[in-house]
T-cell receptor, first 112, second 116 residues
Framework: DADVTQTPRNRITKTGKRIMLECSQTKGHDRMYWYRQDPGLGLRLIYYSFDVKDINKGEISDGYSVSRQAQAKFSLSLESAIPNQTALYFC???????????FGPGTRLTVL | AQKITQTQPGMFVQEKEAVTLDCTYDTSDQSYGLFWYKQPSSGEMIFLIYQGSYDEQNATEGRYSLNFQKARKSANLVISASQLGDSAMYFCAMRERTSGTYKYIFGTGTRLKVLA
């Protein structure tokens, strides 16, 4: 089984809809991140969390919110989706001593 | 200013040849980490190699090596003996400590195409 899972893997929704992307990890890591990837822009940080009570905004948090329900679960919500939120979304985890982040498989979101 | 710069949007290499993907970075931290990830067309992000700022030797992982030139602030990825399966997007990333927390910053990527 994958260590970092994301659901759904693909989603098509309409402008104005609320949508939640979920991330779960079995690696026991305390730090979790949400990124979005757009063509030509690389990965940009939306939100990150270092434990259940710690939530921090990244560089592009407007229009997004997150919830850290447990150490293993970190959800990203789009309260009212808009077409320019169409992107590939990645969840990632790590620890303070790790040499890398571990990425989920990504969620491809299309907002019509 | 860009923290991570990958100046090659696309690269071609002949199968079995070596290729170097460029990455320069900008940080005022003394302690930082540099990473390379591979993203095949299927979309997942695959960790390839890591170099710590205090590591004196260049990191190597199989056919991947990281050419770390600290004074020039460059962290180029070298892929030896390219294979068709190496065709993918490659991202350089840096972990730095900002406001007491660690953040990862990614470059815009280089698309590598290996030719048969």
């Amino acid at each position: 089984d994958a260590d970092v899972t994301q659901t759904p893997r693909n989603r098509i929704t309409k402008t104005g809809k609320r949508i939640m992307l979920e991330c779960s990890q079995t690696k026991g890591h305390d730090r979790m991140y949400w990124y979005r990837q757009d063509p030509g822009l690389g990965l940009r940080l939306i939100y990150y969390s270092f434990d259940v009570k710690d939530i921090n905004k990244g560089e592009i948090s407007d229009g997004y919110s997150v919830s850290r329900q447990a150490q293993a679960k970190f959800s990203l919500s789009l309260e009212s989706a808009i077409p320019n939120q169409t992107a590939l979304y990645f969840c990632a985890t790590t620890t303070g001593s790790a040499d890398t982040q571990y990425f989920g498989p990504g969620t491809r979101l299309t907002v019509l | 200013a860009q923290k991570i710069t990958q100046t090659q949007p696309g690269m071609f290499v002949q199968e079995k040849e070596a290729v170097t993907l460029d990455c320069t970075y900008d940080t005022s931290d003394q302690s930082y980490g540099l990473f390379w990830y591979k993203q095949p067309s299927s979309g997942e992000m695959i960790f390839l190699i890591y170099q710590g700022s205090y590591d004196e030797q260049n990191a190597t992982e199989g056919r991947y090596s990281l050419n770390f030139q600290k004074a020039r602030k460059s962290a180029n990825l070298v892929i030896s003996a390219s294979q068709l399966g190496d065709s993918a997007m490659y991202f350089c990333a840096m972990r730095e400590r900002t406001s007491g927390t660690y953040k990862y910053i990614f470059g815009t990527g280089t698309r590598l195409k290996v030719l048969a």
